[in-house]
């Protein structure tokens, strides 16, 4: 099993900055690729960024794309998003999650553990 705790979350104005983690522990030598995901109110959950746990390829979804980086540090077992120039629809509780078997997955079905999520509000 590998468990996910994210964190960093919180209220940002637009324009502004903001760094979300995800630690991860447990088996975290199956990991084989790592994902963010939000869901907003009344939305699906959808795809935001994800990394190949040790390669560092990455994929994000057009919405974020040249405003959000995703970076992973293996030795301290963390995946981060930096949010820069949020915008109001970036609201969402944003979720960590940890593959198995696929990098740079856009299908919240290829992974297998989730994080609790954070909640970001972002205010215009």
């Known amino acids: 099993q590998v468990q996910l705790v994210e964190s960093g979350g919180g209220l940002v104005q637009a324009g502004g900055s903001l760094r979300l983690s995800c630690a991860a522990s447990?088996?975290?030598?199956?990991?084989?690729?790592m994902g963010w995901f939000r869901q907003a109110v009344g939305k699906e959950r959808e795809f935001v960024a994800a990394?190949?746990?040790?390669?560092?390829?990455?994929a994000y979804a057009d919405s974020v794309k040249g405003r959000f980086t995703i970076s992973r540090d293996n030795a301290k077992n963390m995946v981060y998003l930096q949010m820069n120039s949020p915008k109001p629809d970036d609201t969402a509780v944003y979720y960590c999650?940890?593959?198995?078997?696929?990098?740079?997955?856009?299908?919240?079905?290829?992974?297998?553990?989730w994080g609790q999520g954070t909640q970001v509000t972002v205010s215009s």
């Open positions: 447990g088996r975290t030598f199956s990991i084989y690729g």
């Open positions: 990394i190949r746990w040790r390669g560092g390829n990455v």
């Open positions: 999650a940890a593959s198995r078997d696929y990098s740079n997955s856009y299908s919240r079905y290829h992974y297998d553990y």
